[in-house]
Structures are given as C-alpha cells and as structure tokens.
C-alpha cells in the first residue's frame, strides 16, 4: 500500500504560480514502483493527465495545454514529488491528485488539492 500527501493548493491570480508537493510513503528506489505524476480533475470533467515521469526512465509526458508552464520534478531521498505551475490560466482551476502506478499498474492517488486560479 502507497500512501500519498498533497500540499500546496491555493487561490492565485491569473499569471501567477503554484508548486504542489506530494510525499510517499515508499522509496522512489523501488523497483515496484513505475511511475510517478499529477492528474487533474475539473468540475463537471474528467480527471486527466497533467505530467507523468517513470521511475526508471528521462521520459517524461505533459499535458499539451501545460507543455512549457508546468514542470514536474521528484526529491529521490524525501520520496517526493513536486509540480511547479507557472503562468497560471482560469483554465487550470481544478484539483489535483498526486499519483503512484505500481509495477502491476495499480494506482494510488493522494486525497487531492485544490487550485484555483482567478481572471
């Protein structure tokens, strides 16, 4: 079982950043762990990928509306995960939901955080 924290949700204008941070409870080392990322689910939508990085991989996948303001990075001895969102639009108000794919492609989600950005 992987246990996930959020923080760093908030209300930010239009232009603005954000960086969220999520700790696991397991070591990033792990082999059963494949793959690390944020997804986001707005009101009346459905939850979607923001970025994805793979344990044991340089690729790393974003959304094509967040290709060039966000950016996703991980703290290898903290066991944690950041995304730092910069240039903020109306459009990126959602909450966003920490996510670890294990190597049976199970996932675990962390409780969520809300952003919310303001026009």
């Known amino acids: 079982q992987v246990q996930l924290v959020e923080s760093g949700g908030g209300l930010v204008q239009a232009g603005g950043s954000l960086r969220l941070s999520c700790a696991a409870s397991?070591?990033?080392?792990?082999?059963?762990?494949?793959?690390m990322g944020w997804y986001r689910q707005a009101p009346g939508k459905q939850r979607e990928l923001v970025a994805l990085?793979?344990?044991?991989?340089?690729?790393?996948n974003y959304a094509d509306s967040v290709k060039g303001r966000f950016t996703i990075s991980r703290d290898i001895p903290k066991n944690t995960v950041h995304l730092l969102m910069n240039s903020l639009k109306p459009e990126d108000t959602a909450v966003y939901y920490c996510?670890?794919?294990?190597?049976?492609?199970?996932?675990?989600w962390g409780q969520g955080t809300q952003v919310t950005v303001s026009s």
């Open positions: 996510n670890v794919k294990n190597s049976l492609n199970k996932d675990f």
């Open positions: 397991v070591s990033f080392w792990s082999p059963s762990i494949n793959s």
């Open positions: 990085m793979p344990t044991h991989s340089v690729a790393i």
